[in-house]
């Protein structure tokens, strides 16, 4: 009776583990880890009734980069065409994008977190592991600037500290190969026992999200001016994110009236990406997310170094993840205007809005053409003004 009993309490006890276990199992073999909430056309490139295009997939709160050539169909003027070319974002050199990180050098940030690791010794080795993440990607169309921030002098900090500036420029974007941002990022970390600012997460965040708004700004926003807007030869315009990592909250003035401010800049420019990062118990949770979320970006809370560099993975694919479907237009027909979906199929179907696409036969260069004429000449006086003459030499001849 004692063993039935104790075998009865043992199985029982351990029937919630296994349940868990058995839900872990099925997660890890079902690679559907969410549900798909968003599918957006990047960018089209049109070559003649060729039209490849890179494609977006998002989930609640990532990119989606599990999925087959299977989920996916394109459909031109509301009629599927086959699908002649498909590649996973593994497969393709990622997307032009700047990203800038705005990084606490408050003083808490000296503070150990769960690991007993400092918060901007843990910082500072995520952000080196995310830029060794983008190293593999071996595209220089990306390029990484970072911000320190901290305003006023806090407890602990000399007399005559300077508060961190953050007038952003183009040439504080470095590629992750170059050899000057490691330098920075090292002159960055033997800071460390110098920080004593308090935190500011308005002011410096406003003023880079304005900078990246600025059109004239080439190296953001890219133009050939010898081509209509919507010209399929137009350069791609680069994504523009803005990663803001802190372990704490804004101490600097009014919270409400800022985040107006940031929000109406931000709802004005959709195309800028602010993904936000709480670092540590004391972390702004409430006002980090409410930052993220005004543009869809993406907020993590990380108690650990560790985590940080997790989360600072899904940024990066947040931002750089992308397919490519190259297809032939049906019946294609010049200065035909075409309009273009992307359905993914995983669970339901998610339709992207639509793309429109002209076709165009660029005019061949004059040194084609004028080779084209000369062989034209040669090939009537061959054929045409040669037989003539010989033809009117042999009348002479015969009268």
């Known amino acids: 009776?004692?063993?039935?009993?104790?075998?009865?309490?043992?199985?029982?006890?351990?029937?919630?583990?296994?349940?868990?276990?058995?839900?872990?199992?099925?997660?890890?073999?079902?690679?559907?880890?969410?549900?798909?909430?968003?599918?957006?056309?990047?960018?089209?490139?049109?070559?003649?009734?060729?039209?490849?295009?890179?494609?977006?997939?998002?989930?609640?709160?990532?990119?989606?980069?599990?999925?087959?050539?299977?989920?996916?169909?394109?459909?031109?003027?509301?009629?599927?065409?086959?699908?002649?070319?498909w590649k996973s974002p593994e497969e393709i050199a990622p997307?032009?994008?700047?990203?800038?990180?705005?990084?606490?050098?408050?003083?808490?940030?000296?503070?150990?977190?769960?690991?007993r690791t400092t918060k901007f010794k843990g910082a500072i080795r995520a952000i080196r592991d995310f830029i060794n993440k983008i190293k593999t990607k071996n595209s220089d169309e990306i390029t990484i600037a970072i911000v320190p921030f901290g305003v006023t002098s806090g407890r602990g900090c000399p007399i005559n500290f300077t508060p961190y500036t953050?007038?952003?420029?183009?040439?504080?974007?470095?590629?992750?190969?170059?050899?000057?941002?490691?330098?920075?990022?090292?002159?960055?970390?033997?800071q460390e026992k110098n920080l004593c600012?308090?935190?500011?997460?308005?002011?410096?965040?406003?003023?880079?999200?304005?900078?990246?708004?600025?059109?004239?700004?080439?190296?953001?926003?890219p133009n050939n001016p010898q081509l209509p807007e919507d010209h399929p030869q137009q350069p791609r315009k680069p994504q523009l994110s803005v990663i803001l990592l802190s372990d704490g909250g804004h101490t600097e003035g009014n919270d409400q009236q800022y985040f107006q401010q940031l929000q109406g800049i931000l709802e004005g420019n959709p195309n800028i990406i602010v993904h936000t990062l709480g670092y540590g118990y004391d972390a702004d949770r409430k006002t980090l997310r409410q930052i993220a979320d005004i543009n869809k970006g993406i907020y993590q809370?990380?108690?650990?170094?560790?985590?940080?560099?997790?989360?600072?993975?899904?940024?990066?694919?947040?931002?750089?993840?992308?397919?490519?479907?190259?297809?032939?237009?049906?019946?294609?027909?010049?200065?035909?205007e075409y309009e273009t979906v992307v359905k993914v199929n995983q669970g339901e179907s998610i339709i992207s809005d639509p793309v429109y696409y002209r076709i165009l036969w660029e005019p061949l260069p004059f040194a084609y053409r004028f080779g084209m004429v000369v062989v034209i000449l040669i090939l009537l006086g061959i054929g045409g003004a040669l037989p003539l003459w010989l033809w009117g030499k042999y009348i002479e001849k015969n009268a």
């Open 166 to 190: 953050y007038d952003l420029k183009n040439d504080d974007f470095f590629t992750a190969n170059d050899n000057k941002l490691r330098d920075f990022i090292d002159n960055l970390a033997s």
């Open 1 to 85: 009776m004692k063993k039935c009993i104790a075998l009865f309490t043992t199985t029982a006890s351990w029937i919630p583990k296994l349940s868990i276990s058995m839900l872990i199992l099925s997660c890890l073999t079902n690679p559907a880890w969410g549900q798909i909430k968003k599918v957006t056309i990047q960018n089209k490139t049109v070559d003649e009734e060729k039209v490849e295009l890179r494609i977006k997939v998002q989930e609640t709160n990532r990119s989606a980069l599990y999925l087959k050539e299977e989920n996916f169909q394109v459909l031109v003027n509301d009629d599927e065409v086959d699908i002649i070319n």
């Open 301 to 336: 809370f990380s108690a650990r170094s560790s985590e940080v560099v997790t989360a600072l993975e899904t940024f990066l694919n947040a931002t750089l993840g992308e397919y490519e479907i190259t297809f032939n237009t049906p019946f294609p027909e010049k200065g035909r």
């Open 95 to 115: 997307p032009p994008a700047r990203i800038v990180f705005l990084l606490d050098m408050s003083g808490s940030m000296r503070e150990n977190d769960s690991t």
């Open 197 to 221: 600012a308090s935190t500011d997460l308005y002011n410096p965040l406003i003023e880079v999200v304005q900078f990246l708004n600025d059109r004239t700004n080439s190296n953001l926003y």
